[in-house]
């Protein structure tokens, strides 16, 4: 019941910023967490930030001080800008949600098609 589309990957020199945009859209109750997912070739997806509906936020050390997420609530958005960019950084970025249909429905997670960001040495 939820669509998610990112946008903002591209390819950046290291030592560049990036900002990726996703927006939330379809039917449902509530928009709770939401969060940016990184996955590199042959590696597993891993979090690289996330932030609640009341905006606590928590990152992966590996991007701590380079990147903040960041949400506007009314219109069903979260944000995600990275500084100081290193190739390590390369992967597919995936926009994730946790969703309530109903106010008595249980959490469910949803996940966009990703956006590729590419860091050159």
């Known amino acids: 019941q939820v669509q998610l589309v990112e946008s903002g990957g591209g390819l950046v020199q290291a030592g560049g910023s990036l900002r990726l945009s996703c927006a939330a859209s379809?039917?449902?109750?509530?928009?709770?967490?939401m969060g940016w997912y990184r996955q590199a070739p042959e590696k597993e997806r891993e979090l690289v930030a996330r932030?609640?509906?009341?905006?606590?936020?928590n990152y992966a050390d590996s991007v701590k001080g380079r990147f903040t997420i960041s949400r506007d609530n009314s219109n069903n958005k979260v944000y995600l800008q990275m500084n100081s960019l290193k190739p390590e950084d390369t992967a597919a970025y995936y926009c994730?949600?946790?969703?309530?249909?109903?106010?008595?429905?249980?959490?469910?997670?949803?996940w966009g098609q990703g956006t590729q960001v590419t860091v050159s040495s």
């Open positions: 379809g039917t449902f109750f509530s928009i709770n967490a």
């Open positions: 994730s949600a946790h969703s309530k249909f109903r106010s008595y429905s249980p959490l469910s997670e949803y």
């Open positions: 932030i609640t509906s009341d905006g606590y936020t």
